[in-house]
């Protein structure tokens, strides 16, 4: 069936050729046009000689010479750059641009919700682009629709899933660029949802791995991202078996197999070349990948020499372990909620998730550090940003802490009105002081007060016994003077 949907399909668009028939019955010979040949593989050679910029800052790893025209490589977690190749140049990135359509979809549809494919999705696509050959009027559901889109990169698909959560193509491109700006994106224009070329379709290797982020965090996006088969039983809006494979020659039993891998989007066109987004985790550490205009196969070499790059050079280090020039935790007055005796939390701790990602040549302690309360995140009063000779390696949040419920047992059931209480408690953010500590310095303070009252006494004393032996002499004297003069 689906042999038959593609060569009705190809018919269709041959039909639609102008065919220019030369020969006697004609007086206008055809011209003859010589088709430009281009040497890609000497392009790709020659781009290894582009400089590397990550390769500038001082105590870096050197990165591999690769011969892609913009490549980067990101840690997930704190979106530390370990690798940067013009990772701002504007490219295209062809079916890579099916990360962002899917991850759109995440955020906008059930997966059970139904897609019907109109004329327009299923006709607008080149006949000899990845396709599934859905017909006009068939439906799949947002679920399939995903597995077809980041399995098979079927073009129809995301053309019609656009179609559906935005009302048109290009009412989802708007989306897309909207999104694209709220992940943080810098140098991107969506034209296409599909990503087939557009001059005015191009993003760069740093936009897509900030996109990247968000995706490889889906589990579900994850999981068809990395599944070499797509199989679509048939239903009664849908009657054929599709079978189709991915592209990806780095997923399990493929040629560059790559064992760290977690997921990856594939894309090529005439325009753009090989384009590879991936994701790969090792020991706690997860990165990302970007390669835009390569030849085939060095997308998955490059990749791969990337990851080694990346988990052979670099350690992820835990802030709050780590830091020590921000005594955050020596407020020891101010506390969380838990109980008054001074078994509770401080208010201010450093998030102790977050890292920072630095050359296993480097100690943390080289790392300088600024403080922003800018915007601080909910929950949080502020940010400490981290780099290393002016490299960001990442940031900690200065959170405040999260209230801990204590509940306490009573002989029977809570009454009503303890039931109540507890449910105020929950709802207010209470601070207690710290007896404990309070205590303490009363004690102290106490001490020290009793300890200049001793001293002052001790003082006085001191001076009056210092004194007294003149009083004493002038009463002597005073006396030998009366006593003569009673004599006389």
Same mark, same amino acid.
């Given at each position: 069936?689906?042999?038959?949907?593609?060569?009705?399909?190809?018919?269709?668009?041959?039909?639609?050729?102008?065919?220019?028939?030369?020969?006697?019955?004609?007086?206008?010979?055809?011209?003859?046009?010589?088709?430009?040949?281009?040497?890609?593989?000497?392009?790709?050679?020659?781009?290894?000689?582009?400089?590397?910029?990550?390769?500038?800052?001082?105590?870096?790893?050197?990165?591999?010479?690769?011969?892609?025209?913009?490549?980067?490589?990101?840690?997930?977690?704190?979106?530390?750059?370990?690798?940067?190749?013009?990772?701002?140049?504007?490219?295209?990135?062809?079916?890579?641009?099916?990360?962002?359509?899917?991850?759109?979809?995440?955020?906008?549809?059930?997966?059970?919700?139904?897609?019907?494919?109109?004329?327009?999705?299923?006709?607008?696509?080149?006949?000899?682009?990845?396709?599934?050959?859905?017909?006009?009027?068939?439906?799949?559901?947002?679920?399939?629709?995903?597995?077809?889109?980041?399995?098979?990169?079927?073009?129809?698909?995301?053309?019609?899933?656009?179609?559906?959560?935005?009302?048109?193509?290009?009412?989802?491109?708007?989306?897309?660029?909207?999104?694209?700006?709220?992940?943080?994106?810098?140098?991107?224009?969506?034209?296409?949802?599909?990503?087939?070329?557009?001059?005015?379709?191009?993003?760069?290797?740093?936009?897509?791995?900030?996109?990247?982020?968000?995706?490889?965090?889906?589990?579900?996006?994850?999981?068809?991202?990395?599944?070499?088969?797509?199989?679509?039983?048939?239903?009664?809006?849908?009657?054929?078996?599709?079978?189709?494979?991915?592209?990806?020659?780095?997923?399990?039993?493929?040629?560059?197999?790559?064992?760290?891998?977690?997921?990856?989007?594939?894309?090529?066109?005439?325009?753009?070349?090989?384009?590879?987004?991936?994701?790969?985790?090792?020991?706690?550490?997860?990165?990302?990948?970007?390669?835009?205009?390569?030849?085939?196969?060095?997308?998955?070499?490059?990749?791969?020499?990337?990851?080694?790059?990346?988990?052979?050079?670099?350690?992820?280090?835990?802030?709050?372990?780590?830091? &020590?020039?921000?005594?955050?935790?020596? $407020?020891?007055?101010?506390?969380?909620? %838990?109980? !008054? @005796?001074? /078994?509770?939390?401080? =208010?201010?701790?450093?998030?102790?998730?977050?890292?920072?990602?630095?050359?296993?040549?480097?100690?943390?302690?080289?790392?300088?550090?600024?403080?922003?309360?800018?915007?601080?995140?909910?929950?949080?009063?502020?940010?400490?940003?981290?780099?290393?000779?002016?490299?960001?390696?990442?940031?900690?949040?200065?959170?405040?802490?999260?209230?801990?419920?204590?509940?306490?047992?009573?002989?029977?059931?809570? &009454?009503?009105?303890?039931?109540?209480? $507890?449910?105020?408690?929950?709802?207010? %953010?209470? !601070? @207690?002081? /710290?007896?404990?500590? =309070?205590?303490?310095?009363?004690?102290?303070?106490?001490?020290?007060?009793?300890?200049?009252?001793?001293?002052?006494?001790?003082?006085?004393?001191?001076?009056?016994?210092?004194?007294?032996?003149?009083?004493?002499?002038?009463?002597?004297?005073?006396?030998?003077?009366?006593?003569?003069?009673?004599?006389?």
């Amino acid at each position: 069936m689906n042999f038959g949907k593609n060569l009705y399909k190809s018919m269709l668009a041959f039909m639609a050729i102008p065919v220019v028939i030369t020969g006697s019955f004609f007086a206008f010979p055809m011209k003859e046009v010589k088709a430009e040949v281009i040497d890609y593989q000497a392009e790709a050679e020659n781009r290894k000689l582009l400089p590397v910029q990550s390769n500038e800052t001082e105590g870096w790893p050197e990165g591999p010479s690769i011969g892609a025209q913009g490549a980067i490589l990101m840690d997930a977690d704190s979106g530390a750059i370990l690798y940067a190749k013009n990772i701002h140049e504007q490219l295209y990135p062809a079916s890579v641009t099916k990360i962002l359509t899917t991850l759109i979809a995440t955020e906008n549809c059930d997966l059970n919700e139904v897609v019907t494919f109109s004329h327009d999705a299923v006709f607008s696509i080149p006949y000899n682009s990845s396709n599934i050959a859905i017909d006009e009027g068939e439906e799949l559901t947002v679920d399939q629709c995903l597995q077809a889109i980041l399995i098979a990169s079927a073009n129809e698909v995301s053309n019609a899933l656009g179609e559906h959560i935005a009302g048109s193509m290009e009412g989802f491109a708007d989306m897309m660029n909207a999104r694209a700006k709220e992940l943080g994106c810098q140098d991107s224009h969506f034209v296409t949802v599909n990503g087939l070329h557009d001059d005015n379709h191009y993003t760069s290797a740093y936009d897509l791995a900030l996109i990247g982020r968000y995706f490889f965090a889906n589990e579900l996006l994850c999981k068809y991202a990395s599944t070499s088969k797509l199989h679509l039983a048939p239903t009664d809006k849908q009657p054929d078996d599709i079978v189709a494979w991915c592209k990806n020659d780095m997923l399990p039993g493929r040629t560059y197999a790559y064992e760290h891998l977690v997921a990856g989007k594939t894309g090529y066109t005439d325009s753009s070349r090989q384009t590879l987004v991936s994701c790969a985790e090792k020991d706690g550490m997860r990165l990302i990948c970007v390669i835009l205009k390569e030849e085939s196969p060095h997308q998955f070499t490059d990749t791969i020499d990337l990851f080694n790059y990346g988990f052979g050079n670099f350690q992820k280090v835990n802030v709050s372990e780590a830091e &020590t020039r921000f005594n955050i935790n020596n $407020a020891e007055f101010f506390y969380s909620n %838990n109980d !008054i @005796f001074g /078994n509770s939390q401080p =208010i201010l701790s450093i998030n102790n998730e977050n890292t920072v990602i630095l050359p296993k040549t480097a100690d943390f302690s080289e790392t300088e550090s600024v403080i922003s309360y800018d915007d601080p995140e909910e929950g949080t009063v502020g940010t400490i940003t981290y780099t290393y000779h002016g490299t960001f390696v990442g940031k900690a949040t200065i959170d405040l802490a999260h209230e801990n419920v204590v509940s306490y047992e009573f002989d029977g059931e809570m &009454t009503e009105q303890q039931q109540e209480a $507890a449910a105020e408690n929950k709802e207010e %953010n209470i !601070i @207690f002081v /710290n007896v404990k500590m =309070i205590l303490l310095c009363v004690v102290g303070i106490a001490g020290g007060i009793i300890f200049v009252i001793i001293l002052t006494a001790f003082i006085r004393n001191y001076q009056f016994g210092e004194g007294i032996k003149p009083r004493r002499k002038n009463r002597r004297g005073h006396r030998r003077r009366r006593g003569s003069g009673l004599r006389f």
